[in-house]
């Protein structure tokens, strides 16, 4: 059984780097905190014995061996990057499960056939850069790494100058050196089902797709004053028009449609200037890859008639486009084995939330525990879980990876 | 008669301080640049003889004897300070005009009853500090010193602290020495009346009254995924909806009801994340007060009632209220009159813009002249205004102001 106490004392510990002053954690990719956490994380896996490698894209691997020399190796892990003012426990809680099953293994002198390798992905958040996933996207070549490289955040820095500037452009090709047997991930769960349910962890069945991209229109600066509304073209306007609809769109789709206007920015900017260029974002997601497309579509249909409205020039650009995935049967069958046999109450539920697992599914079979999220709650200081509800679904993982890896 | 040429190439000097590369003007009022043309300013003040002062508020004068030491003093200017990325004849052309009046009355040697007096007014564009005129609107005495001095901007700035970085802070109180005869503003239209009428120069009658203040909606920032769309207390979608409101409401109300947000901020303002708080502007005008007060209430009836659909905080703050005025008729006569005796084709026109005559309307009588906008485009580094439009309208000044002053 992992050890209780170190296990939250090290989610504690992870905390501090980048912590903020409401509790909340702040440490956005490839940051100088990034890379402090990067630091603190490889010191852990050599002091757990672990074979390390990091990738040209970031990605931070340690393994330990397996017994069977032709075994594959199981790889579980998740990400130790945050949202802008995002909360503790979003994705460090997947890598410190790992860390802690990998200790409790050399504690108690477990030694299993397969090798157990524990990750940390490079830019999961996918805020300051787009897309979420990116690590794990490249490595699955899902994407190409030279365009991930170039990929820039919105004050024009370039993700690769960022990735050599803090130290974790390794050396490694960014891909899988082998097959692999299994990947499994712990996060918490980011929506409010499991605790609506009452259970005490969640067996996760399979990942909502997404679309996300970015709208900009082209209007005309002008005076707010002597400017007739008919000589008008008004950037903002037409963004307001289409982020009402993107709130719309969803309960014409699906139960489980969201879309969602994360960003915007408007130039120039000032209270008696009629707005001449205006970026927004959407973002839709739905267990349906044919749902998701059609709002795609309906978004950018929505663009098309806001911008002949307004008389504007306009352009999109897409920034992501995650596959829903539905896990393997093996994969979803040991985590439900292990909450069954640990004696916690559980249910099976879909992600809404993009998680590496989504590219790792074209690799290898792929699952995935869930943590109870306080009201749901994350991407917010705020967000919470018990560490009674962190313990219980890292128990599930551990025992999970252990059978897998034939433990 | 002015003449031209030195007038030109006055009007081309003070565009190069705070010029940009796209042929605009950058001089947020208080800027290193404001100063600047304000040094530049205080220096052909001198160097035309007048007799200088600076007020508490930066508002600087100059002025010119006449022979009647009874005859209360005419007063013409308008403002330095510029839009951000705006045209170079907003607001300028009028300061430039009545400097250019000045020289040639010296050059030619000619007396005047009443003393003239030239202005720059501190302020007048409302883009980095609200209100806008805001200088004219202390020393009229429609808002109070210290309000004003306490007013920041957008990065928590303080005015009354800027003012004294930039030396501008004067010794004389912000209000008339004493009574006046007339005020007197050349300025561009802004607006596309002039020209859509082949008019020379614009007689003005009045100045629409405005409305301005700032929204702010409070929600819950949480994940853009896992939280359905009936958890949301999404701050961006209740702004898009009063937003698209702000373009319709002036369709119903009059002919002349112009309606914008400005400016629209959002938090944290990431792709994934559901926005927690977003502040925008409202602003607008018309030539009547009851409707102006209409749109203020419609505006906030749609805000509460956005605020209840997403199940938002939200809070209001009104940042201007101008009233609409009409000008003395005397100043309209005195305007008109020197169009037609200059042979120019003109016709009567009511300012969509606010300018700072709207504050000297209730100290002495005031009027207006207009040059011509092309395309009414300004607020916009592409404004334009031919030099024989901005000489005509400067030439109708310049004579009204004489017969006013009794030369
Ligand atoms: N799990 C998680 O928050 N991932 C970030 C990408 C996304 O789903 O928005
Ligand atoms: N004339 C002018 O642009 N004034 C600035 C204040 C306003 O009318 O918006």
Redesign the interface.
Known sequence: ALQRERFVSTMKEQAEIGGTADGGLHRLTLSDDDKEIRDWFMEQMTAADLSVRVDEFGNMFGRRAGTDPDAKPVLVGSHLDS???GGIYDGALGVIAALELIRTLNDNEIETEHPIEIVNWTNE???RF?P?MQGSGVWAGAHDLEEEYAKTDVDGTVFKDELERIGYKGDEPCEPPEEYEAYLELHV????YLEENGKDVGVVTGI?G?T?GAITFYG??????????H?RQ?A??A???V??Q??RI??TLGE???????????K?????????EVTF?W?F?DPSDDVIDEARRRVLEEAEWAAEREGLEWEYED?MRAPAVEFAEGCVDAVQTAADELGYDSMQIF????HDATHMHSICDTGMVFAVSEN?????ESEYTSWDDCYAAASTLANAAVDLAGG
């Open positions: 949202q802008p003012y958040e996918g805020s787009q979420a769960e980011q929506g409010p909502v997404f996300w005309e600066a002008d005076h707010s004053g002597p400017t007739p509304m000589y008004d903002l306007v963004a307001a028009d982020i009402t993107i709130r969803p309960s489980r449609t969201v879309g969602t206007t994360g960003y915007i920015d408007a120039p900017n000032s209270i008696n200037i009629i707005p001449e974002t973002g997601r920034r992600s809404g939330a993009g749901g709650k994350s991407h917010n």
